[in-house]
């Protein structure tokens, strides 16, 4: 495990933090922007859907790849290359107009996501205590979840404001800040160009069966929830008959309790996170679904959503924490890639399915059917944690994060 034997370095923390909230804000922004563009220029929803398929994709295809690259390769080089990369791409967006080539380049786009994910999820477990670690991980979180508040509200204002080149000009300046942010992080992984490499470390996820029942159970969840994200539309303002203006305070509701979690939840005891945390929670988000979709109001949603996203919040915590204890120092970019890559082929499959079950069915039907699906998805996993084993001791660890100013 690469927990530092020093004291944590906090000023590392929170340049990872503001990294994480300027990628995040970053792409969806130019997403966003994108998106508006081709639904106002008349393209149909295949295009949009396209770019958005795009946005996503490779982040679950490349997950093997991009792993094995975050846990060799020097993690300051990485996160340069790939700003850089993604800057160029984004600028070449500015002036793209068919959809076929803007959704290549957002394909682009997302390979870079695929590298600086893991590389920073991997980063934060070497920069502090094994104690600290899920307060780092709720800072971290947090940040993004800012980036992602802010993001479509700035596309849409920007680009009514000013048309799609400001925003995708602001989109390539935060990558840029990226390149900035990963010189000044000292924390480093992999091998700098002439040093010896770290050694190679196997991992097979489901070798680790905590890790493994995890992965499953927030994978089935992810993939309902996801699905909601296109039933809420049709239930909230068909059913519901909410205003647009109530459909985005119900939207936002649900990351500001995340946001809430985040910066709460990391404080917890490290003993409260286990397997059985992460099912309870896995329920008690999907049980505040269910309750959603009995109300005859749109805004006892917003309360609902709260709490709920606030039991999506400390999930997130507890997933990082758990992979970061568990798994080699050595190995924690492909863990990382892994189970996100798990998680982001869900959360495809459910808005896919989605489409057509929106079609065929009543909405609150499908909001109620999602969140039962998920409570049965993590109470099928309990028989699997009644001896949680403990983690694989792991090599490695303060000789793997080397402390390294800029040069």
């Not at 909230?236 to 647009?244: K, Q, V, Y």
Request: with cysteine; hydrophobic share 55%.
């Amino acid at each position: 495990m690469s927990f530092t034997s020093a004291e944590s370095r906090w000023a590392d923390v929170h340049l990872a933090a503001t990294g994480r909230a300027i990628s995040v804000c970053g792409d969806l922004l130019a997403a966003t922007t994108l998106a508006l563009v081709l639904q106002d220029s008349g393209h149909g929803g295949l295009a949009v859907s396209g770019l958005l398929l795009a946005a996503s994709l490779p982040i679950a295809l490349l997950a093997p790849l991009t792993g094995r690259l975050v846990d060799r390769a020097d993690s300051r080089t990485l996160l340069v290359c790939a700003g850089l990369a993604q800057a160029a791409l984004c600028a070449a967006l500015i002036f793209t107009t068919q959809p076929v080539l803007i959704i290549a380049l957002v394909a682009l786009l997302a390979c870079g996501v695929a590298v600086t994910q893991p590389t920073f999820a991997a980063l934060v477990p070497g920069m502090v205590r094994e104690a600290d670690l899920a307060r780092a991980s709720g800072l971290v979180q947090t940040a993004g979840q800012i980036g992602m508040l802010a993001a479509p509200a700035l596309a849409g204002i920007l680009l009514g404001q000013a048309g799609p080149k400001l925003p995708l000009t602001l989109a390539a300046a935060s990558y840029l800040a990226l390149v900035g942010i990963g010189l000044l992080i000292r924390t480093r992984r992999g091998a700098p160009t002439g040093a010896t490499k770290p050694p190679a470390v196997s991992f097979r996820l489901r070798d680790d069966r905590v890790l493994t029942v995890m992965t499953v159970a927030v994978a089935a969840v992810v993939g309902g929830v996801s699905a909601i994200n296109v039933f809420e539309v049709f239930f909230i303002r068909d059913t519901l008959g909410a205003s647009t203006s109530v459909y985005g305070f119900v939207m936002a509701s649900w990351t500001v309790g995340m946001l809430s979690a985040s910066l709460t939840f990391g404080r917890a005891p490290r003993r409260w996170i286990t397997l059985p945390t992460v099912l309870a929670l896995l329920g008690f988000t999907c049980a505040m679904v269910c309750a959603g979709a009995t109300v005859s109001s749109a805004g006892w949603l917003i309360p609902l959503w709260i709490v709920g996203g606030a039991a999506n919040g400390a999930l997130n915590i507890c997933t990082t924490v758990l992979i970061a204890s568990r798994v080699p120092s050595a190995a924690h970019g492909r863990a990382f890639a892994v189970t996100t890559a798990a998680v982001q082929g869900a959360g495809l499959t459910g808005l896919l399915v989605a489409g057509p079950l929106a079609e065929a069915f009543e909405p609150r039907i499908l909001v109620a059917a999602a969140g039962a699906a998920g409570i049965l998805a993590a109470l099928a996993c309990l028989p699997m944690v009644r001896s949680e084993p403990p983690a694989t001791p792991a090599t490695g660890g303060r000789s793997e994060i080397r402390d390294n100013v800029a040069a």
